[in-house]
């Protein structure tokens, strides 16, 4: 491959101004759009040597065949343009993203003579104030039936409207007190628009206003023995609490704000979009992103906020996200010009914000989690994966079986591996195992010594049957029996050979199982490394690795299984780590199992236990002076 692409430009001929530019291949598609400050300097990144550049970029870059470039006068127009040519384009390197659903709003149709409050799924409807989304139908409607007792606005049809205008007659809704529009023949339109303009701006985040306004008319319909019309005011203010019991109070009062937390890996990443008004979370929106080339955490905030507001009505006046994007003082003039008032890009650094934004990033970190496991439990992208693989990695046949092997360490000590199996790509739990090594100079090593143990039972078969522990009959000692009744249990231990030894690394590790694979004698079975920095995949003896679409079934099945083999290593490392600390302890004299898990609980971790002086120690339940100087005594001395 030439290390010098066709196209690149003459030096000095690209711009130094503001602009976007355009990825085009050989059919004239558009395979990436991008913005930049100075589109040399930009540019120039994309043309340097091949072998210096992301192995996502790389791919995108050898793909197309021609860069072209358009100059704009300021950042914003950058950022407008780059925006209108990803959603007239859809290039397939920029993100791409996929909403979990389609998510119902409360709409309140304000072009309407008289408007009403509706669920829909429909953005576009004219003068539409939407709030929302909502996670599930039945949460827009259980607000909405707490709302009209509080503000009784029109919930009928236009149809069911139409006709009892002309009538006279109440519509139906009317007639059962579930519709106050002008339809019910109570109110007239111009006080039906008062109270839809209460509506909306109590669903707004003006909450307290009402609530005062509420109570004090209440107190006065009270104190001059109009009961009927306090009872009124108290229902109203009873359906207000109720509304605002459905969702806490997470920042101040007059706090409106949008909120984004992220989760990501080096393939795709999860989004969870908090809308806040008045302090409170009135929405939640959640959606997916698949990377197809490496972007940065600014650049991923860039590009979702682009998708967020490039064509929402409701733009609030502060957006927090994890991470500053690079262009954010050009995103609020251009967010700004949307709302037409002054919005803040923020970060959440401290009190209610950061643990909201905790709360946000939990929330991400668990749908992406959902995402990945949904894309390889899924019969047909299972069969998908698995045949990809075949293809890739130049199999005679599909790995029915793989099984996959991690090294963890704590600091060079405590190494421990794990070995986890997926037989047609779902894991095998019962067949997990792991492993602990005594001797080791470094992670190649470890990997050489575990495959070598595994691969052992496949030359000794027998060894795979473990024998249970004589049984003696029931009611009998064992020392009158003529006769010990022994029963084998057979237990699949390492019982069949994998199609595939998948080891979490690069190359060193995978020329590491190649060799244990030659010393064993087994090199029928294929073997490879999934690298997690670039998540390429190395095969023994090539120079360059195998990369694998970013949004192909056969990359999160990989991704999957080595996330899996880790999590399974640094379980198996703590519960060992418990266990010496457990058996040290238990050294002690006068201390039995349950003081010492009431120590291991009050201090959380052996590393804290370990630095606790003796009067730290003497504050736990049912530990002595004498007692807490002879366990900080005995751990000091190992």
Not at 5 to 34: C, H, M, Q, S, W
Not at 207 to 230: C, G, I, P, V
Not at 360 to 366: R, S, V
């Amino acid at each position: 491959m030439a290390d010098v692409l066709p196209y690149k430009p003459r030096a000095g001929e690209i711009p130094t101004n503001p602009g976007v530019y355009r990825f085009r291949d050989a059919d004239g598609r558009v395979l990436y759009v991008g913005k930049a400050k100075n589109l040399r300097q930009r540019l120039s990144n994309y043309f340097a040597p091949l072998r210096t550049l992301h192995e996502r970029t790389r791919r995108m870059v050898t793909t197309a065949s021609s860069v072209e470039w358009t100059v704009v006068s300021t950042d914003v127009d950058s950022l407008q343009l780059e925006y209108m040519w990803i959603k007239e384009f859809d290039p397939p390197f920029n993100v791409r993203y996929k909403d979990d659903k389609s998510y119902p709003f409360m709409a309140v149709t304000l072009g309407d003579e008289a408007p009403r409050v509706i669920v829909t799924r429909n953005r576009k409807i004219p003068g539409a104030r939407y709030f929302g989304p909502y996670p599930k139908v039945w949460a827009v409607h259980e607000t909405i039936d707490l709302m009209v007792k509080a503000f009784p606005i029109r919930t009928c049809s236009d149809s069911s409207y139409k006709r009892a205008m002309q009538t006279g007659r109440p519509c139906f809704p009317g007639q059962i007190g579930k519709c106050g529009g002008p339809c019910s023949m109570t109110v007239t339109i111009e006080e039906h628009r008062a109270m839809v303009d209460d509506f909306v701006a109590f669903m707004a985040g003006g909450d307290e206003r009402f609530t005062r306004e509420l109570t004090k008319r209440m107190l006065a319909a009270s104190a001059a023995m109009d009961y009927e019309a306090a009872a009124r005011f108290r229902d109203k203010l009873t359906a207000i609490d109720a509304v605002l019991g459905k969702s806490a109070l997470v920042l101040a009062t007059d706090e409106d704000a949008d909120l984004f937390g992220i989760a990501e890996d080096e393939l795709a990443a999860a989004v969870q979009h908090f809308v806040i008004r008045g302090g409170r979370v009135r929405g939640v929106r959640a959606m997916t992103i698949e990377k197809e080339i490496d972007i940065s955490t600014a650049d991923l905030v860039d590009q979702v906020l682009q998708r967020a507001y490039g064509d929402a009505q409701d733009v609030p006046r502060r957006i927090i996200v994890p991470t500053l994007p690079d262009d954010a003082a050009e995103l609020e003039v251009w967010l700004r010009e949307r709302r037409g008032k002054k919005v803040e890009i923020a970060v959440a650094q401290r009190g209610q914000r950061a643990d909201l934004m905790r709360t946000a990033t939990l929330n991400a970190q668990q749908a992406l989690i959902r995402y990945k496991t949904r894309r390889t439990s899924d019969y047909i992208a299972r069969t998908q994966a698995l045949t990809d693989l075949q293809e890739a990695l130049g199999m005679s046949e599909a790995p029915l079986r793989i099984e996959c092997f991690d090294i963890s360490h704590l600091g060079g000590t405590n190494v421990v591996a794990s070995m986890v199996v997926f037989e047609d790509g779902l894991p095998r739990k019962d067949q997990y195992r792991s492993f602990n090594i005594a001797e080791t100079t470094d992670d190649t090593d470890s990997m050489y010594q575990v495959l070598r143990r595994r691969l052992a039972y496949l030359d000794r078969p027998e060894e795979a049957e473990v024998p249970a522990a004589a049984v003696g009959v029931p009611g009998e000692s064992e020392d009158d029996l003529d006769e010990v009744v022994v029963e084998v249990k057979r237990k699949p231990r390492f019982a069949y050979p994998p199609q595939l030894l998948l080891v979490d690394g690069g190359q060193p590790q995978v020329e590491a199982a190649a060799r244990a694979l030659r010393d064993a004698g087994h090199t029928e079975i294929a073997v490879c490394g999934i690298a997690k920095r670039l998540e390429e995949i190395w095969l023994p003896g090539d120079d360059f690795p195998v990369i694998l679409p970013r949004t192909s079934e056969s990359l999160y099945l990989l991704q999957r299984l080595r996330d899996e083999a880790h999590r399974f290593a640094i379980t198996h490392q703590r519960k060992r780590r418990r266990n010496d600390i457990t058996s040290i302890l238990a050294e002690v004299p006068g201390l039995g199992a349950a003081r010492i898990k009431v120590l291991l609980k009050h201090f959380g971790s052996v590393t804290a236990l370990r630095s606790a002086p003796p009067e730290a120690i003497q504050e736990v339940q049912g530990i002595g002076p004498v007692l807490a100087e002879n366990i900080h005594t005995h751990l000091s001395s190992r």
